[in-house]
C-alpha cells in the first residue's frame, strides 16, 4: 500500500470569509481555493501546500452543533501541529479567542480553544 494522508476536512461555518481570515492569522496559511459550493453555498479551502480545512456556509442560514461529543458523526475538534505553541496562542488570544485547557504531556504541549461556529482546535507543539 502507498502511503496514506490525510488531505483535508471540511467544516460547516456561519461565514467562510471570517473564518478563512482568522484561519490564515492564527495559523499562517494562505487561501488555497474559494468559489460557488453545494447548495448555492460558498467554500474556501485554507491550507498549506498539501493540507487545508474546508469552510464552507450553505446559502441558507446555520445552526450550532450540539455537543459533538455525543453526537454519532460529531466532529469534536481539529488538531493543529505547530513549532511555537506559545506565539501560537498569543494569536489565538489576538484573533479574539480564549485559550482552555492546556496539557503538557509525552510526546508535547497542547491547548484547546474554540472558535466563534463553536468548532474545537487543539494546537500541538511537539518536542
Known sequence: MS???LEHVNVTVKNPDETA???CDVFDWHIRWQGEAIDKGRSIHVGETDSYV?????????EVAKNS???RGGLNHIAVVVDDLQAVEERV?????????????????????????N???EV????
Not at 124 to 127: F, I, L, R, S
Open 3 to 5: 502511503a496514506v494522508r
Open 21 to 23: 481570515a482568522w484561519l
Open 54 to 62: 474546508a469552510v464552507y456556509a450553505p446559502s441558507t442560514g446555520t
Open 69 to 71: 461529543y455525543r453526537t
Open 93 to 117: 488570544k489576538a484573533a479574539g479567542f480564549t485559550p482552555g485547557e492546556h496539557y503538557d504531556y509525552e510526546p508535547g504541549r497542547r491547548f484547546y480553544f474554540r472558535d466563534d461556529n
Open 119 to 121: 468548532i474545537e482546535f
Open 124 to 127: 500541538v507543539e511537539y518536542d
